[in-house]
Nanobody, 123 residues
Framework: QVQLVESGGGLVQAGGSLTLSCAAS????????MGWFRQAPGKEREFVAA????????VEADSVKGRFTISKDNAKNTVYLQMNSLKPEDTAVYYCAGSRKYSAGTTSDFGSWGQGTQVTVSS
């Protein structure tokens, strides 16, 4: 079982930046893609961004496109989420997840989940 550990969350003012990290205990061929999701209080978990371990394919949700960037470091088995121009509506618990699907982009595509890291954006 691959363990995913998120870090980098915190409190930031609107307009600020944060970088989240997701370290995988090991990278197996079963996890082809990695993704970031978020869940705000009272709301469903929503897709933020995804990246594949092999290749350069990335995808971002429309709500974060142009502000958030997903990247990876294969040597460190780590995926990052650079978040710029943060807004109060970005406040949520952010989760890292692994998928066996190359084109993963929905919650049901992902089978391995981290414990989440809180991001709070103050106005």
């Amino acid at each position: 079982q691959v363990q995913l550990v998120e870090s980098g969350g915190g409190l930031v003012q609107a307009g600020g930046s944060l970088t989240l990290s997701c370290a995988a205990s090991r990278r197996t061929f079963s996890n082809i893609a990695m993704g970031w999701f978020r869940q705000a209080p009272g709301k469903e978990r929503e897709f933020v961004a995804a990246i594949v371990w092999s290749g350069t394919r990335t995808v971002e949700a429309d709500s974060v496109k142009g502000r958030f960037t997903i990247s990876k470091d294969n040597a460190k088995n780590t995926v990052y989420l650079q978040m710029n121009s943060l807004k109060p509506e970005d406040t949520a618990v952010y989760y890292c997840a692994g998928s066996r699907k190359y084109s993963a982009g929905t919650t049901s595509d992902f089978g391995s989940w981290g414990q989440g890291t809180q991001v709070t954006v103050s106005s």
